[in-house]
């Protein structure tokens, strides 16, 4: 086995980000522990916290760490007092599209998986959403969240919508091979009946196809995928679509799982690849012990994929499913004997180093006897 050291940037960011980027760090560790690799951490600011700190959501010292780094952990950000104020010229969010963009994470990549314990907590019927296993391929550094924008004179808002040729077949390269991988359907969703971008897009994956000609490719309107997501999501394998396609969809398909605490997700291009939870900020929860770590737990998993360690996210994954076996959950997915934040994760740390002995010690966990790590 050939053991690996990594630099890995944390950016816990704003309300529950620290909670949930503490419990992948923890796993992480375990992973180092159990497999000899070994990772360092290098805690830096991005958000709201850095507009506090320092004035700018995305400090230069942040960025020239996350530019050295093999890949970058981060929590969430956000902030209320910037949420509810249309005003402010300042925002969390900016320092995530100016990393995003700096970094060149063109590909949002994001697993949807409805977990059979947990079919009851989606407001969609268990039947509808069993067995379904799809991943969004989100293109991240284009379109209408990046083109020109403004307001004229007399008022009129506009946001203009762009594609090059080679920002779509750098991803879609991407979502072929995954699909090659995977059961060899890819669904390109556009509106090419209404946008030139769209049909754009169209013909550059048709022209790209053919060097995949084992994956079966079909298109869909982007109203009807929304609708099919919730009607028949089994039938989706790997989707690519467009950024703002993508942000609503990949939203929308959270439902499936039952908890937004659940979906990890993967930024990657041409530098170090970024890694985070889907999930918001949450600042309700913040400081309370009951935000779900799990998104972010398997968000470090898909970082373990990219370091090229399929055995170590095998184990990440398998200790996150006797997690939902045993039904050592936060509140949201158990609100009969709910564990904490920290619990959830060192229980998942424990199946990690010992998966044999991981029922041994959820004893020891509820009693918030956390004895390593």
Sequence with gaps: MEFLSKRIVVLPGDGIGPEVCGEAVRVLKAVAERFGHHFTFDYRLMGACAIDATGCPLPDATLEACHQADAVLLGAIGDPKYDHDPTAKVRPEQGLLALRKSLGLYANIRPVTAYEQLLDFS????????????LIFRELTGGVYFGEKGRTADGTAYDNCTYHPEEIERIAHRAFRAAQGRRQKLTLVDK????????LWREVIQSIAPEYPEVAVDYLFVDNAAMQLILNPRQFDVILTENMFGDILSDEASVIAGSLGLLPSASVGDGAALFEPIHGSYPQAKGKGIANPIAAILSA????D????????RAVRDAV???LNDQVLT?????STAYTTE???SFIAYGVL??????LHRSNVACGKITII
């Excluded at 090419?192 to 049909?199: D, Q, Y």
């Excluded at 010992?354 to 029922?359: K, T, V």
Aim: aromatic content about 2%; some cysteine; hydrophobic content about 40%.
């Design 123 to 134: 407001p969609l019927r268990p039947d509808r959403i069993a067995g379904t296993d799809l």
């Design 192 to 199: 090419a009946n209404v946008l030139e971008t769209s049909r």
């Design 301 to 304: 998993a898909m970082m373990l």
């Design 306 to 313: 990219h370091f090229g360690l399929p055995e170590e996210a």
């Design 321 to 323: 499913e006797n997690a």
């Design 331 to 335: 509140p949201e997915l158990n609100n």
């Design 343 to 345: 619990q959830v994760g």
């Design 354 to 359: 010992d998966l044999m002995e991981c029922h």
